[in-house]
């Protein structure tokens, strides 16, 4: 397909035709694709305090090759189960310029920014609102780089797979295109492109250099920081201990596990896991020195976990499942282990997935996430206009009370 006169793009429909150097050089440029922390996270991060000190751009485990191949895979984001791949990519399959994780969907599941209501009314009215293109990585609602460009300065690079996105679309018949969970700078790109902004809003924990978790607890107002304490005690009684696992620790019986507890989280949340056993083999295989895994044990039971990835400036939780009822463990296993473990590292930032305002009193504050979208038919697309107006003033006025509303004593906390 061809998106200008002069840059042609290429839509393919696996990872597995692209070599993975070629698409890290995009997707995290300036960093070893196979072991981008030298195979020793712990080591590197206390060493570097993350990319905090580094001067290319932080390097994001969910854009990884390795992350997204492992998806297909496993056969979890494949036409199947409704995300076909539509991956564009500018310049020669060995060398790319950029490239941008695109999916053909024939539903709205797995995505975390919810346009159902957009596709009844659409259908309603006569419409075909399926098949649409999704430009994220599948099942994960964290924020990262989606117009993926081996030269970060390369705007024009960006606005070439901007165009092709539409005229993907149009090619397609698909309704829209859907970019999710964006950085700024895509964000730009994309609205300037004709895409629609959206925004929406999560809950992250910022440290901004805390020595240790006690530290973080001194800038807590008293209340909050006692509740902490008294929740983290009361998390582990009768004998329960915080098992640590990353690189080759993980093994097969901790996967089995693991796997035990998200099926039952799985379950309860979307009726249907997204992920199958063999996912969570072949991701750890490929991905064991990025993955920070957590279990709650008795003695050699493991009765809780936490699942999490390990990005240069940033731990990204992903999965829990207990499949035994503990008061406080969740929030231990999730929130509080996982801001230790970032402090510990240097990591600036602990981001925990979408939605729980439970996640505020426990040092996590309010940050706006970016979506655009482009609606090819112009009578949805006005109408979704004025929704999204409408709905960006109730997120910034949310956003602005629930800042209010943040933990922290007076002038402590991140800025």
């Not at 076909?84 to 399959?93: A, I, K, P, T, Y």
């Not at 950085?183 to 629609?196: H, I, P, Q, S």
């Not at 064991?288 to 999490?308: C, E, P, V, W």
Request: hydrophobic share 40%; charged share 25%; glycine share 8%.
């Amino acid at each position: 397909m061809t998106a200008s006169r002069d840059a042609r793009l290429t839509v393919l429909p696996s990872l597995r035709e692209i070599p993975r150097a070629a698409w890290d050089a995009c997707a995290n440029p300036g960093w070893d694709s196979a072991r981008p922390f030298g195979g020793d996270p712990d080591a590197f991060l206390r060493t570097a305090g993350g990319s905090q000190s580094e001067s290319r751009a932080p390097y994001n485990p969910f854009v990884s090759y390795d992350f997204l191949v492992s998806l297909e895979e496993a056969r979890c984001a494949v036409g199947r189960t409704g995300w076909q791949g539509r991956h564009l990519v500018l310049g020669e399959v060995d060398a790319l310029t950029a490239v941008a994780p695109c999916y053909e969907k024939t539903h709205s599941m797995g995505e975390y920014v919810f346009d159902h209501g957009w596709a009844d009314a659409y259908e309603r009215a006569g419409g075909r609102y399926y098949p649409k293109l999704q430009v994220s990585v599948p099942f994960t609602p964290a924020t990262g780089p989606r117009l993926l460009v081996r030269d970060a300065a390369d705007d024009t690079a960006r606005a070439i797979l901007a165009a092709g996105l539409i005229e993907l679309a149009r090619q397609t018949g698909s309704s829209s295109v859907h970019a999710t969970f964006l950085e700024e700078t895509d964000a730009t790109t994309l609205e300037a492109a004709g895409f629609l902004p959206r925004t929406d809003q999560q809950f992250q924990f910022d440290n901004p250099g805390y020595r240790d978790f006690d530290d973080f607890l001194d800038a807590l107002a008293s209340r909050k920081r006692k509740t902490i304490r008294r929740e983290r005690r009361d998390a582990l009684i009768g004998g329960l201990e915080v098992e640590v696992l990353t690189g080759p620790a993980i093994d097969e019986a901790a996967w089995d596990a693991f796997f035990e507890f998200y099926q039952d989280t799985g379950a309860r949340k979307w009726g249907r896991p997204y992920l199958n056993r063999r996912f969570f083999s072949i991701v750890g295989e490929r991905m064991n020195d990025r993955i920070l895994l957590l279990f709650a044990r008795r003695g050699s039971q493991r009765i809780a976990g936490a699942l999490n990835f390990i990005g240069s400036d940033a731990l990204y939780g992903r999965y829990w499942g207990a499949v035994e009822e503990v008061p406080f463990l969740h929030f231990e296993l999730c929130y509080h282990q996982a801001v230790e473990w970032a402090i510990d590292h240097r990591l600036p930032r602990v981001e925990a997935g979408a939605q729980g305002e439970h996640k505020l009193a426990r040092g996590y504050r309010p940050v706006i996430t970016r979506s655009a979208h482009y609606i090819a038919d112009p009578n949805l697309r006005r109408a979704i206009a004025d929704y999204l107006a409408r709905e960006r003033a109730a997120v910034a006025a949310e956003h602005e009370l629930l800042e209010e509303h943040v933990p922290f004593r007076s002038g402590e906390g991140p800025a």
